[in-house]
């Protein structure tokens, strides 16, 4: 079966650091470019960032540069977002996304929850 | 990196067809053939239900259909059923190479 499972998500103060997990299996993993989208609570989908197949190529959302970095093991079949200076509007649940080519994410995981508040 | 632009709401009744619209420029949506559209029920993942502007993925009802006119996108449920009601979402890649997400349309089936 093809899942993908994040962990990670916790409470963080602002200004803190956080570093999620999302474990791949039942494909090739190391075959797919991988994203993190995230969601506030009751708002809309946002993409985070996403990593070529071998970790060469790195695209961001303007509002994370600089302080959420993606990186991929594909020998642990696992996909990571570290993410440095949290701010509250950085709450959100945050999924992973298999991303094939192009906007096209066809397998998602059940999320992981992150919460910046003092 | 500014979201898709999609209306807010749309409803409609058991067994009538319904039209998402998703509005973006020449360099996103009007620029690429890379349009997918999604599906979320409350507390759920997304679900992917159409992606390079009108291709279906295998298991998704064929009521559901995409199209793309110059810089607007289009998602169509034709046959609409109560189960359909939840929230969607286009996206797009773009010409940075980053991808962006619509506003996101709640359809409601009355």
């Known amino acids: 079966e093809v899942q993908l499972v994040e962990s990670g998500g916790g409470l963080v103060q602002p200004g803190g650091s956080l570093r999620l997990s999302c474990a791949a299996s039942?494909?090739?993993?190391?075959?797919?470019?991988m994203s993190w989208v995230r969601q506030a609570p009751g708002k809309g989908l946002e993409w985070v960032a996403n990593?070529?197949?071998?970790?060469?190529?790195?695209y961001y959302v303007d509002s994370v540069k600089g302080r959420f970095t993606i990186s991929r093991d594909n020998a642990k079949n696992s996909l990571y977002l570290q993410m440095n200076s949290l701010r509250a509007e950085d709450t959100a649940v945050y999924y992973c996304?298999?991303?094939?080519?192009?906007?096209?994410?066809?397998?998602w995981g059940k999320g992981t929850t992150v919460t910046v508040s003092s | 990196q500014s979201a898709l632009t999609q209306p807010a709401s749309v409803s409609g009744s058991p067994g009538q067809s319904i039209t998402i619209s998703c509005t973006g420029t020449s360099s996103d949506v009007g620029g690429y053939n890379y349009v997918s559209w999604y599906q979320q029920h409350p507390g759920k993942a997304p679900k992917l239900m159409i992606y390079?502007?009108?291709n279906r993925p295998s298991g998704v009802s064929n009521r559901f259909s995409g199209s793309k006119s110059g810089n607007t996108a289009s998602l169509t449920i034709s046959g609409l059923q109560a189960e359909d009601e939840a929230d969607y979402y286009c996206s797009s890649y773009t010409s940075s190479s980053t991808l962006v997400f619509g506003t996101g349309t709640k359809v409601t089936v009355l």
């Open positions: 990593i070529k197949q071998d970790g060469s190529e790195k």
């Open positions: 039942g494909f090739t993993f190391s075959s797919y470019w």
């Open positions: 996304a298999r991303n094939p080519r192009g906007a096209n994410m066809d397998v």
């Open positions: 390079d502007v009108s």
